[in-house]
């Protein structure tokens, strides 16, 4: 079965930095699209991040408050696509999700704790 697995989460004060790792299950080269999406409590799931893998077209795409702060990408030979966060704000403070669009379908994964505090 298919899975993406994400891990990196964690508690940090405002202004740091963490980096977030989504890991598929199989080669990366079956999905189109890997996404990170984040929900924080009483919110809905929000669209974060996302970047193309099997794809002619190379396209990253961010929300406006991950712009300038947040940079998604990608290690092929670790089938990892990472979450580099900083500037860190409690607004930030979500559960992150990755997402992975693939061949054979959709998946989430587990979610990985983010908490920005003093």
């Known amino acids: 079965q298919v899975q993406v697995a994400e891990s990196g989460g964690g508690l940090v004060q405002p202004g740091g930095s963490l980096r977030l790792s989504c890991v598929t299950s199989e080669t990366i080269f079956k999905f189109y699209t890997i996404a990170w999406h984040r929900q924080a409590p009483g919110k809905q799931r929000e669209l974060v991040a996302s970047i193309t893998i099997n794809s002619y077209e190379r396209k990253i795409n961010y929300a406006d408050f991950a712009q300038g702060r947040f940079t998604i990408s990608r290690d092929d030979a670790k089938d990892t696509v990472y979450l580099q966060m900083n500037s860190l704000r409690p607004e930030d403070t979500a559960v992150y999700y990755c997402?992975?669009?693939?061949?054979?379908?959709?998946?989430w994964g587990q979610g990985t704790q983010v908490t920005v505090s003093s």
């Open positions: 997402y992975g669009n693939g061949v054979r379908g959709n998946y």
